[in-house]
């Protein structure tokens, strides 16, 4: 069973920035796929941003450029830092493990993005 415990998220102004940290229960290196989601109300959950154990990463086409996924192996810890936010960004913003044939989430945090 792995634990996913996701922070960092707030209130800011547009074009401010966050790191969002998602603390995980085990060894994130053993880890196949750690990926950022984000649901605004009224909307689907998307993926934001995800990191493989080999290490590559993917963002979807509205955050590309503006984040950055991460891992610290040691604190087991994945981290989502985004840049230049905008009204558009205000979702819940969820952490996901897939570990072999599981997945597991956090229970997400909120973001918004208002003047």
């Known amino acids: 069973q792995v634990q996913l415990v996701e922070s960092g998220g707030g209130l800011v102004q547009p074009g401010g920035s966050l790191r969002l940290s998602c603390a995980a229960s085990?060894?994130?290196?053993?880890?196949?796929?750690v990926a950022w989601y984000r649901q605004a109300p009224g909307k689907q959950r998307e993926l934001v941003a995800s990191?493989?154990?080999?290490?590559?990463?993917n963002y979807a086409a509205s955050v590309k450029g503006r984040s950055t996924i991460s891992r610290d192996n040691v604190k087991n810890t994945v981290y989502l830092q985004m840049n230049n936010l905008k009204p558009e960004d205000t979702a819940v913003y969820y952490c996901?493990?897939?570990?072999?044939?599981?997945?597991?989430w956090g229970q997400g945090t909120q973001v918004t993005v208002s003047s």
């Open positions: 996901k493990a897939s570990v072999f044939r599981y997945d597991y």
């Open positions: 085990g060894s994130i290196s053993s880890f196949n796929l």
């Open positions: 990191i493989y154990s080999g290490g590559n990463t």
